[in-house]
């Protein structure tokens, strides 16, 4: 089994900046990458970007490219999202899951943490 803890989540000003973080626990080896995703009220979860577990591959959507890098330590078994130059679009539950099926298809997603508000208003 893989869980997923989600923490560094709050409320910025726009412009400002948030790191979150994803700690995952249990068998590793059973997925290829970690993925974040966002929802807003009312809106459909967003895949946003991802990152390989073992290898240099990532993914970015488009509506953060520019803005927001991932990152992860695996000897701390984490995964960081630096967000730069926050919108008010931005505002969304952020999660983290694992890619069971390495191709980055959002059905192959699992595992879901429980999420950690981010909230961009002046």
């Known amino acids: 089994q893989v869980e997923f803890v989600e923490s560094g989540g709050g409320l910025v000003r726009p412009g400002e900046s948030l790191r979150l973080s994803c700690v995952v626990s249990g068998r590793t080896e059973s997925f290829y990458a970690v993925g974040w995703f966002r929802q807003a009220p009312g809106q459909e979860r967003e895949f946003i970007s991802g990152i390989s577990w073992r290898g240099g591959s990532m993914y970015y959507a488009d509506s953060v490219k520019g803005r927001f890098v991932i990152d992860r330590d695996n000897a701390k078994n984490t995964v960081y999202l630096q967000m730069n130059s926050l919108k008010p679009e931005d505002t969304a539950v952020y999660f983290c899951?694992?890619?069971?099926?390495?191709?980055?298809?959002?059905?192959?997603?699992?595992?879901w943490g429980q999420g950690t508000q981010v909230t961009v208003s002046s």
């Open positions: 899951a694992a890619d069971y099926g390495g191709f980055g298809h959002v059905a192959d997603f699992g595992s």
